[in-house]
């Protein structure tokens, strides 16, 4: 599906150029576990000049349970966790669902720094934050709410 809509794939992460950002989408495997975590991430050429970078280097960043709705949350960690019983149809198929309708949409309206500042203006909620990216984007931040600069 990545494929289909523009990104190319290097490893476990799949990068999308898009005007002045980066979209990135990465598979996790924890290291307790044979569980995953689904990273979505934006990179402001603005604030950094990497052409590929890795979902913890992006400014705007998280994990996929932060786009959606509150009762989707236990069905995404049920599929991404591998010691469940889940049937593997069913889990390939719920995992489809979710990124055909919450991931590629979430990336396709956030396509400019214009879009991702409104979407950040209505809600910060579950995005990890690097400083600078509110002024760049027009929207304020308590201070308390920023993750430590990566490097840019």
Known sequence: MFKANGFRKTGATWHRDANRLVQVFNIQKSQWGDQFYLNVGIYLRDLGNEARPTEYRCHV????????????CPDLQECLNFDSPLDKNQRYSRLQQIVA???????DENRTLE???????????????????????GFEMNQQRFVPDVGH
């Open 61 to 72: 960043r998280c994990r996929v349970e932060g786009l959606l709705g509150d009762g989707e």
């Open 101 to 107: 309708e919450r991931v590629l949409p979430w990336f």
């Open 115 to 137: 879009s991702l500042g409104a979407r950040l203006r209505h809600s910060i909620r579950g995005f990890a934050i690097v400083r600078g990216v509110p002024e760049l984007l």
